[in-house]
């Protein structure tokens, strides 16, 4: 029962010795609840191929082995170091939906993409995951050099929801239990 309120954006937290202030913002403080994925990198953007963005394309592994594009990551020249040479490839790595020249959320051209051999793997801070992809944007933390790109899996960030069902299931149980007790 460790995961209960992994699904909550955050939490919103005051000083103890504080009064309840309604409608005062600043009494307050939202405590956002981040998690972690390792991904693949299956493309980049970058000013110098005409885009708007430098960004890591990134994808997780489905369950019958294909690269499922979920979101894209800034990056900004220490971190492209990092992450160190990008093989072109020729054909886009990701299967279904394709990294896209507008923005999902805001609809502003973010540019070109050229796709990379699948080889590279980066953690990335999110906060929330649905419909096949990151919400809100992510943030690049590091290179993971030593996690092979075919164990970058999308049950990784599913696993969350089944999760909160599971956890919700169980506190139902024990709730139900405690009142039928005699």
């Known amino acids: 029962m460790g995961h209960i309120g992994q699904q909550l954006d955050g939490i919103i937290a005051k000083?103890?010795?504080?009064?309840?202030?309604?409608?005062?913002?600043n009494s307050t403080v939202k405590i956002k609840n981040y998690r972690s994925a390792d991904c693949v990198v299956g493309g980049y953007r970058d000013h110098v191929i005409g885009s708007a963005r430098n960004q890591l394309l990134l994808g997780l592994y489905d369950r019958k082995g294909r690269l499922q594009y979920v979101s894209a990551v800034g990056s900004d020249a220490k971190q492209k170091q990092q992450v160190g040479v990008l093989r072109p490839k020729k054909t886009t790595p990701f299967y279904g939906r394709q990294p896209e020249e507008k923005s999902h959320w805001s609809g502003e051209a973010v540019g070109p993409w050229k796709p990379v051999a699948p080889t590279k793997v980066v953690e990335v801070r999110?906060?929330?995951?649905?419909d096949g992809r990151f919400r809100h944007g992510c943030t690049f933390l590091r290179v993971r050099e030593e996690k092979l790109p075919r164990d970058c899996l999308l049950e990784q960030v599913v696993e969350h929801a089944a999760i909160q069902n599971i956890n919700a299931f169980i506190e139902a149980g024990l709730a139900t239990a405690g009142t039928n007790r005699k």
Not at 126 to 130: N, V
């Open 126 to 130: 999110y906060d929330h995951f649905s």
């Open 15 to 25: 000083r103890a010795d504080a009064p309840y202030q309604p409608g005062d913002e």
